[in-house]
């Protein structure tokens, strides 16, 4: 991967994805503190000084070695509004593998905001970082996110059955992938 030479920001047709600013923090808060917004991702969402700290560190955090993650703010090309955030996490550099995630603010959902960022991802990982292969876990519950990287063209490797637990419920795991070679033919 050659972590170097980000071409950053990355626009799509009604999106910009680009590094966030410590003034994203009110719109990320916004999304953030939404117990919805966790609802897949196992874990509480973070209030206070929990989700002034997190912040912090998406500001800060390093993109070199592996288990290292690269979040994007998305924002609209139309009014700069912060819709979401996309994420690309280095799986193994040796193998040139990623992970892609993406949590979006649900008053913007259902306009393909999610496919059209994750898709720019999937184009930085491939084009930009010269990954092999980029893979996405999702909660097999959550349909949303099937529909986005089904759209893609990731196809599913496995599910994994209850492989999670959250609050006493126990959920599984879907996970999607897409080799390098396969990107170039679906764009």
Not at 18 to 25: E, L, V
Not at 61 to 81: E, H, I, S, W, Y
Request: net charge negative; proline share 4%; with cysteine.
């Amino acid at each position: 991967m050659n972590l170097a030479c980000l071409p950053l920001p990355l626009q799509s047709e009604r999106l910009e994805l680009r590094a966030f600013r410590a003034t994203d923090f009110a719109a990320y808060a916004a999304y953030h503190a939404q117990p919805e917004v966790y609802r897949f991702l196992y874990m509480p969402a973070p209030t206070g000084q929990a989700l002034q700290d997190q912040f912090a560190a998406v500001l800060a955090a390093p993109f070199a070695q592996d288990g290292d993650t690269l979040r994007l703010a998305v924002t609209r090309r139309a009014d700069d509004a912060l819709v979401g955030e996309v994420l690309l996490k280095i799986a193994s550099r040796a193998a040139l593998q990623a992970e892609v995630g993406y949590i979006f603010h649900p008053d913007f959902a259902g306009q393909g905001y999610a496919t059209e960022a994750v898709a720019a991802m999937l184009g930085l990982g491939f084009d930009a970082l010269g990954c092999h292969r980029i893979f996405a876990r999702l909660d097999a519950l959550n349909a949303g996110s099937v529909g986005v990287v089904e759209r893609l063209g990731l196809r599913r490797e496995a599910h994994l059955i209850q492989n999670d637990r959250f609050n006493g419920v126990w959920g599984d795991e879907y996970i999607y992938a897409m080799l390098g070679s396969e990107w170039s033919v679906a764009r």
